[in-house]
Protein backbone atom coordinates (compact mmCIF):
# COMPACT_ATOMS: atom_id res chain seq x y z
CA UNK A 1 0.00 0.00 0.00
CA UNK A 2 1.17 3.76 -0.85
CA UNK A 3 -0.11 7.13 -0.04
CA UNK A 4 1.20 10.09 -2.58
CA UNK A 5 2.30 13.12 -0.96
CA UNK A 6 3.27 16.76 -2.75
CA UNK A 7 5.91 17.13 -3.61
CA UNK A 8 6.71 20.53 -2.78
CA UNK A 9 5.36 20.61 1.40
CA UNK A 10 4.91 16.82 1.83
CA UNK A 11 1.28 16.77 2.80
CA UNK A 12 -0.96 13.55 2.03
CA UNK A 13 -3.18 14.07 -1.03
CA UNK A 14 -4.46 10.30 -1.57
CA UNK A 15 -5.96 7.48 0.85
CA UNK A 16 -3.53 4.26 1.02
CA UNK A 17 -3.97 2.85 -2.11
CA UNK A 18 -2.91 -0.82 -3.72
CA UNK A 19 -1.12 -0.50 -7.32
CA UNK A 20 -2.76 -2.49 -10.25
CA UNK A 21 -2.14 -3.25 -13.94
CA UNK A 22 -2.27 0.12 -16.36
CA UNK A 23 -6.01 -0.38 -18.06
CA UNK A 24 -6.24 -0.27 -21.73
CA UNK A 25 -8.96 1.82 -21.75
CA UNK A 26 -7.64 4.52 -19.82
CA UNK A 27 -6.82 7.23 -22.81
CA UNK A 28 -10.30 5.84 -23.86
CA UNK A 29 -12.65 8.43 -25.21
CA UNK A 30 -16.38 6.68 -25.28
CA UNK A 31 -19.50 7.48 -27.85
CA UNK A 32 -20.75 10.46 -28.24
CA UNK A 33 -21.90 12.45 -24.94
CA UNK A 34 -21.98 9.32 -23.05
CA UNK A 35 -21.94 10.02 -18.90
CA UNK A 36 -18.79 7.69 -18.11
CA UNK A 37 -18.39 6.52 -14.85
CA UNK A 38 -15.64 6.16 -12.36
CA UNK A 39 -12.63 4.04 -14.30
CA UNK A 40 -10.55 2.97 -11.42
CA UNK A 41 -11.54 1.14 -7.99
CA UNK A 42 -11.44 1.83 -4.74
CA UNK A 43 -8.46 1.96 -3.22
CA UNK A 44 -6.46 1.08 -6.09
CA UNK A 45 -4.08 3.38 -8.36
CA UNK A 46 -1.88 2.42 -11.54
CA UNK A 47 1.06 4.44 -13.50
CA UNK A 48 1.08 5.35 -17.18
CA UNK A 49 4.61 3.95 -17.96
CA UNK A 50 4.14 6.69 -21.57
CA UNK A 51 5.04 10.28 -21.54
CA UNK A 52 1.42 12.40 -20.98
CA UNK A 53 0.64 16.05 -21.43
CA UNK A 54 2.34 18.90 -22.83
CA UNK A 55 4.23 19.83 -24.66
CA UNK A 56 3.05 17.64 -27.33
CA UNK A 57 5.16 17.72 -30.93
CA UNK A 58 3.23 16.70 -34.35
CA UNK A 59 4.92 13.04 -35.45
CA UNK A 60 6.47 14.89 -38.92
CA UNK A 61 8.54 16.76 -36.94
CA UNK A 62 10.20 14.14 -35.12
CA UNK A 63 12.91 12.24 -36.75
CA UNK A 64 12.88 8.27 -36.68
CA UNK A 65 15.33 7.51 -34.45
CA UNK A 66 14.01 9.65 -31.37
CA UNK A 67 10.33 8.84 -32.19
CA UNK A 68 11.41 4.97 -32.01
CA UNK A 69 13.62 5.67 -28.84
CA UNK A 70 10.55 6.71 -27.43
CA UNK A 71 8.49 3.65 -28.39
CA UNK A 72 6.62 5.00 -31.47
CA UNK A 73 7.32 2.78 -34.62
CA UNK A 74 4.48 4.00 -36.80
CA UNK A 75 2.64 7.77 -37.54
CA UNK A 76 0.74 9.25 -34.74
CA UNK A 77 -1.01 12.48 -34.71
CA UNK A 78 1.11 13.67 -32.28
CA UNK A 79 3.71 12.42 -29.43
CA UNK A 80 3.74 13.68 -25.69
CA UNK A 81 7.39 15.14 -24.37
CA UNK A 82 5.76 15.32 -20.94
CA UNK A 83 6.73 13.62 -18.13
CA UNK A 84 6.33 9.92 -17.72
CA UNK A 85 4.72 7.83 -14.84
CA UNK A 86 1.48 10.13 -14.86
CA UNK A 87 -0.78 8.41 -11.65
CA UNK A 88 -4.19 7.67 -12.17
CA UNK A 89 -6.85 7.10 -9.20
CA UNK A 90 -10.38 7.31 -8.59
CA UNK A 91 -11.39 10.84 -7.41
CA UNK A 92 -13.02 9.68 -4.55
CA UNK A 93 -9.35 8.38 -3.20
CA UNK A 94 -8.04 11.70 -3.25
CA UNK A 95 -7.19 13.98 0.33
CA UNK A 96 -6.40 17.18 0.64
CA UNK A 97 -7.29 18.86 -2.75
CA UNK A 98 -9.32 21.26 -4.33
CA UNK A 99 -10.35 21.97 -7.77
CA UNK A 100 -9.73 25.31 -8.77
CA UNK A 101 -13.01 27.05 -10.46
CA UNK A 102 -13.05 27.68 -13.68
CA UNK A 103 -10.80 25.47 -16.43
CA UNK A 104 -13.19 24.15 -17.69
CA UNK A 105 -13.54 26.42 -21.29
CA UNK A 106 -14.34 24.20 -24.13
CA UNK A 107 -15.44 21.12 -22.74
CA UNK A 108 -18.67 19.84 -22.52
CA UNK A 109 -19.95 19.19 -19.51
CA UNK A 110 -16.99 18.85 -17.63
CA UNK A 111 -13.18 18.80 -17.49
CA UNK A 112 -11.65 17.20 -20.35
CA UNK A 113 -7.91 17.76 -18.64
CA UNK A 114 -7.00 20.14 -22.17
CA UNK A 115 -5.89 22.92 -20.33
CA UNK A 116 -3.63 21.18 -18.02
CA UNK A 117 -3.96 20.87 -14.02
CA UNK A 118 -6.84 21.92 -12.47
CA UNK A 119 -6.64 20.30 -8.70
CA UNK A 120 -4.13 21.30 -6.08
CA UNK A 121 -2.49 20.76 -2.46
CA UNK A 122 -4.74 22.31 0.10
CA UNK A 123 -1.87 22.78 1.98
CA UNK A 124 0.55 25.50 -0.30
CA UNK A 125 -1.72 25.36 -3.53
CA UNK A 126 0.79 23.42 -5.54
CA UNK A 127 -0.76 22.16 -8.57
CA UNK A 128 -0.55 18.36 -8.39
CA UNK A 129 -3.96 16.71 -10.11
CA UNK A 130 -5.92 17.03 -13.16
CA UNK A 131 -9.84 16.04 -13.09
CA UNK A 132 -11.48 15.09 -15.69
CA UNK A 133 -14.78 13.95 -15.64
CA UNK A 134 -16.54 15.34 -18.98
CA UNK A 135 -19.08 13.25 -21.12
CA UNK A 136 -17.20 10.23 -23.04
CA UNK A 137 -14.33 10.33 -21.01
CA UNK A 138 -13.73 8.00 -17.94
CA UNK A 139 -14.06 9.74 -14.36
CA UNK A 140 -10.32 10.11 -13.36
CA UNK A 141 -8.01 12.07 -11.01
CA UNK A 142 -4.14 12.24 -13.18
CA UNK A 143 -1.91 13.02 -10.26
CA UNK A 144 1.57 14.71 -11.89
CA UNK A 145 4.54 12.75 -12.26
CA UNK A 146 6.78 15.78 -11.06
CA UNK A 147 4.34 16.98 -8.23
CA UNK A 148 3.64 14.09 -5.91
CA UNK A 149 5.88 11.45 -4.43
CA UNK A 150 5.41 7.66 -3.21
CA UNK A 151 5.57 6.34 0.01
CA UNK A 152 4.82 3.37 1.54
CA UNK A 153 1.90 3.14 4.15
CA UNK A 154 1.61 1.81 7.38
CA UNK A 155 0.72 -1.99 7.88
CA UNK A 156 1.23 -4.93 6.05
CA UNK A 157 2.44 -5.48 2.48
CA UNK A 158 0.63 -8.52 0.44
CA UNK A 159 2.23 -9.63 -2.26
CA UNK A 160 0.44 -9.83 -5.94
CA UNK A 161 -2.51 -12.43 -6.12
CA UNK A 162 -1.50 -16.19 -7.21
CA UNK A 163 -2.93 -17.04 -11.10
CA UNK A 164 -5.09 -19.40 -8.66
CA UNK A 165 -6.57 -16.67 -6.93
CA UNK A 166 -7.20 -14.75 -9.33
CA UNK A 167 -8.77 -18.21 -11.38
CA UNK A 168 -11.18 -18.25 -7.98
CA UNK A 169 -12.17 -14.99 -7.59
CA UNK A 170 -13.54 -14.68 -11.54
CA UNK A 171 -13.66 -11.41 -11.41
CA UNK A 172 -14.95 -10.18 -14.57
CA UNK A 173 -15.90 -7.61 -16.66
CA UNK A 174 -20.06 -8.39 -18.33
CA UNK A 175 -19.46 -8.00 -21.96
CA UNK A 176 -23.28 -6.40 -22.02
CA UNK A 177 -24.86 -4.12 -20.05
CA UNK A 178 -28.50 -4.12 -19.19
CA UNK A 179 -29.43 -1.77 -22.01
CA UNK A 180 -27.71 -4.11 -24.73
CA UNK A 181 -24.70 -2.10 -25.21
CA UNK A 182 -21.56 -3.35 -25.40
CA UNK A 183 -18.78 -2.51 -23.14
CA UNK A 184 -16.65 -0.06 -23.45
CA UNK A 185 -13.93 -1.84 -21.24
CA UNK A 186 -14.41 -5.00 -23.59
CA UNK A 187 -14.11 -2.76 -27.36
CA UNK A 188 -10.41 -1.38 -25.60
CA UNK A 189 -9.41 -4.41 -24.15
CA UNK A 190 -9.51 -6.12 -28.06
CA UNK A 191 -8.81 -3.53 -29.71
CA UNK A 192 -5.42 -3.84 -28.34
CA UNK A 193 -5.43 -7.28 -28.11
CA UNK A 194 -6.44 -6.99 -32.37
CA UNK A 195 -3.71 -4.71 -32.78
CA UNK A 196 -1.22 -7.49 -31.20
CA UNK A 197 -2.28 -10.53 -33.22
CA UNK A 198 -2.25 -8.21 -36.43
CA UNK A 199 1.38 -7.59 -35.56
CA UNK A 200 2.40 -11.12 -35.03
CA UNK A 201 0.91 -12.46 -38.37
CA UNK A 202 2.78 -10.95 -40.94
CA UNK A 203 -0.01 -10.09 -42.94
CA UNK A 204 -1.63 -14.05 -42.85
CA UNK A 205 -5.13 -14.76 -42.06
CA UNK A 206 -5.84 -15.70 -38.57
CA UNK A 207 -8.40 -18.44 -37.64
CA UNK A 208 -9.87 -18.16 -33.97
CA UNK A 209 -11.85 -20.52 -31.29
CA UNK A 210 -15.31 -20.70 -31.77
CA UNK A 211 -17.70 -18.88 -29.55
CA UNK A 212 -17.25 -15.04 -27.78
CA UNK A 213 -14.16 -14.81 -29.25
CA UNK A 214 -14.91 -15.51 -32.30
CA UNK A 215 -17.96 -13.26 -31.79
CA UNK A 216 -15.19 -10.26 -31.24
CA UNK A 217 -12.23 -11.05 -33.32
CA UNK A 218 -13.11 -12.81 -36.04
CA UNK A 219 -14.65 -9.76 -37.98
CA UNK A 220 -12.30 -7.40 -37.77
CA UNK A 221 -8.98 -9.90 -38.05
CA UNK A 222 -10.80 -10.63 -41.32
CA UNK A 223 -10.94 -7.35 -42.98
CA UNK A 224 -7.59 -6.34 -41.36
CA UNK A 225 -6.48 -9.58 -42.77
CA UNK A 226 -7.81 -10.96 -45.37
CA UNK A 227 -7.40 -14.28 -47.07
CA UNK A 228 -6.50 -15.17 -50.57
CA UNK A 229 -2.56 -15.24 -50.23
CA UNK A 230 -0.50 -18.76 -50.60
CA UNK A 231 0.41 -18.78 -46.68
CA UNK A 232 -1.37 -20.88 -44.42
CA UNK A 233 -4.06 -19.11 -41.99
CA UNK A 234 -2.54 -18.75 -38.14
CA UNK A 235 -4.54 -20.62 -35.90
CA UNK A 236 -4.76 -18.49 -32.30
CA UNK A 237 -6.00 -20.30 -29.13
CA UNK A 238 -6.89 -19.36 -25.11
CA UNK A 239 -4.51 -20.36 -23.36
CA UNK A 240 -3.94 -19.52 -19.54
CA UNK A 241 -4.58 -20.90 -15.64
CA UNK A 242 -7.61 -23.25 -16.01
CA UNK A 243 -6.97 -24.35 -19.70
CA UNK A 244 -5.41 -27.13 -21.42
CA UNK A 245 -1.54 -26.57 -22.81
CA UNK A 246 -2.30 -25.58 -26.12
CA UNK A 247 -1.03 -28.05 -29.07
CA UNK A 248 1.75 -27.91 -31.01
CA UNK A 249 -0.42 -26.74 -34.20
CA UNK A 250 -0.97 -23.40 -32.41
CA UNK A 251 0.81 -20.48 -33.76
CA UNK A 252 -0.44 -17.43 -31.19
CA UNK A 253 -1.94 -18.16 -28.35
CA UNK A 254 -4.40 -15.46 -26.51
CA UNK A 255 -3.09 -15.40 -22.69
CA UNK A 256 -4.34 -13.24 -19.75
CA UNK A 257 -1.87 -10.12 -18.17
CA UNK A 258 -1.78 -10.61 -14.08
CA UNK A 259 -3.96 -7.79 -13.23
CA UNK A 260 -2.19 -6.03 -10.24
CA UNK A 261 1.01 -6.62 -11.57
CA UNK A 262 0.14 -6.57 -16.12
CA UNK A 263 2.65 -9.42 -16.87
CA UNK A 264 0.97 -11.67 -19.21
CA UNK A 265 0.74 -15.42 -18.00
CA UNK A 266 3.63 -17.71 -19.46
CA UNK A 267 2.90 -20.97 -20.73
CA UNK A 268 4.88 -23.29 -18.42
CA UNK A 269 7.71 -25.73 -19.28
CA UNK A 270 9.42 -26.03 -22.52
CA UNK A 271 7.91 -27.10 -25.76
CA UNK A 272 9.74 -29.05 -28.30
CA UNK A 273 10.20 -26.92 -31.65
CA UNK A 274 8.71 -23.27 -32.06
CA UNK A 275 6.88 -21.76 -29.50
CA UNK A 276 3.57 -19.55 -30.33
CA UNK A 277 3.60 -16.01 -30.26
CA UNK A 278 1.95 -15.06 -26.94
CA UNK A 279 -0.92 -12.08 -27.39
CA UNK A 280 -1.79 -10.54 -23.67
CA UNK A 281 -4.84 -9.47 -23.11
CA UNK A 282 -7.00 -7.74 -19.62
CA UNK A 283 -7.96 -10.81 -17.35
CA UNK A 284 -11.10 -9.21 -16.53
CA UNK A 285 -12.04 -9.89 -20.25
CA UNK A 286 -9.75 -13.40 -21.25
CA UNK A 287 -11.71 -15.05 -18.15
CA UNK A 288 -15.41 -14.42 -20.03
CA UNK A 289 -14.01 -15.56 -23.02
CA UNK A 290 -12.55 -18.74 -21.43
CA UNK A 291 -14.74 -20.10 -18.98
CA UNK A 292 -18.08 -17.51 -19.82
CA UNK A 293 -19.95 -15.74 -17.67
CA UNK A 294 -20.76 -16.96 -14.42
CA UNK A 295 -24.57 -17.33 -13.30
CA UNK A 296 -26.21 -14.71 -11.15
CA UNK A 297 -26.19 -14.74 -7.66
CA UNK A 298 -29.62 -16.82 -6.15
CA UNK A 299 -32.21 -14.58 -5.20
CA UNK A 300 -34.23 -15.35 -2.32
CA UNK A 301 -37.70 -16.81 -3.22
CA UNK A 302 -40.78 -17.93 -0.87
CA UNK A 303 -42.69 -20.95 -1.32
CA UNK A 304 -42.53 -23.76 -3.99
CA UNK A 305 -42.97 -23.75 -7.43
CA UNK A 306 -46.00 -25.72 -8.39
CA UNK A 307 -45.68 -29.28 -10.09
CA UNK A 308 -46.57 -28.53 -13.48
CA UNK A 309 -44.81 -25.20 -13.98
CA UNK A 310 -42.47 -25.01 -16.04
CA UNK A 311 -39.15 -22.80 -15.35
CA UNK A 312 -38.34 -19.67 -17.48
CA UNK A 313 -35.17 -18.67 -16.96
CA UNK A 314 -33.98 -15.63 -18.03
CA UNK A 315 -31.74 -15.34 -21.44
CA UNK A 316 -28.44 -13.96 -21.55
CA UNK A 317 -28.33 -10.40 -22.40
CA UNK A 318 -27.26 -10.29 -26.06
CA UNK A 319 -26.28 -7.03 -27.77
CA UNK A 320 -28.06 -4.66 -30.15
CA UNK A 321 -25.33 -4.99 -32.72
CA UNK A 322 -22.27 -6.54 -34.26
CA UNK A 323 -19.12 -5.90 -32.11
CA UNK A 324 -16.49 -3.11 -33.32
CA UNK A 325 -13.38 -2.81 -31.06
CA UNK A 326 -11.85 0.53 -30.28
CA UNK A 327 -10.43 1.86 -33.25
CA UNK A 328 -7.99 4.73 -31.68
CA UNK A 329 -6.68 2.12 -28.65
CA UNK A 330 -6.15 -0.30 -31.68
CA UNK A 331 -4.05 2.14 -33.40
CA UNK A 332 -2.31 3.34 -30.35
CA UNK A 333 -1.13 -0.55 -29.70
CA UNK A 334 -0.01 -1.42 -33.31
CA UNK A 335 1.77 2.10 -33.34
CA UNK A 336 4.20 0.99 -30.21
CA UNK A 337 4.71 -2.52 -31.82
CA UNK A 338 8.29 -2.86 -33.69
CA UNK A 339 6.36 -4.83 -36.32
CA UNK A 340 4.55 -1.81 -37.40
CA UNK A 341 7.94 -0.62 -39.37
CA UNK A 342 6.76 -2.92 -42.28
CA UNK A 343 5.32 -1.26 -44.81
CA UNK A 344 1.62 -3.08 -45.43
CA UNK A 345 1.00 -2.05 -41.41
CA UNK A 346 1.87 1.84 -42.38
CA UNK A 347 -0.25 1.32 -44.92
CA UNK A 348 -2.79 -0.44 -42.49
CA UNK A 349 -2.73 2.07 -39.99
CA UNK A 350 -2.20 5.24 -42.78
CA UNK A 351 -5.76 4.06 -43.94
CA UNK A 352 -7.16 4.23 -40.61
CA UNK A 353 -6.29 7.70 -39.29
CA UNK A 354 -6.98 9.42 -42.37
CA UNK A 355 -10.34 7.20 -42.69
CA UNK A 356 -10.12 5.33 -45.89
CA UNK A 357 -13.52 3.28 -46.41
CA UNK A 358 -11.77 -0.45 -46.68
CA UNK A 359 -9.95 -0.73 -43.12
CA UNK A 360 -12.32 1.61 -41.05
CA UNK A 361 -15.43 -0.48 -42.17
CA UNK A 362 -14.34 -2.85 -39.18
CA UNK A 363 -13.91 -0.76 -36.28
Known amino acids: MFVFVCAECEAALTAPLHQVEFPDHAHQRYGNGVSMPVLMEEGTFAVDPLPSGPPWRPFDEIPDREAEALGWYAPV ?11 LLAPGDSRGTALLPGGGE ?35 LWL ?24 AERRIVPPVDQLGHWSPVWEAAVGAAVARVVAASEGRPVDVPEGRTAEVFRHTLD ?61 AVWLCLAFGQPPPLPEPASGRLARD ?13 SFRPDRRVFVRTLA ?26 QF
Open 223 to 283: GLLPRGSEAPALRMVLAGPGLPAPDESADLVLVPRHPETGEAWGLPGERAGRRPGVVPMAA
Open 77 to 87: WAISYGSPGAV
Open 106 to 140: GACCGFDGREGPNTVCLACGALVATRIDDCSLWQT
Open 309 to 321: VLRDEPLPLRPNW
Open 144 to 167: HPDAVRRVAAAGPRPGPLTWETVL
Open 336 to 361: RQPQARALWLRDLLDALVHYRPRYHR
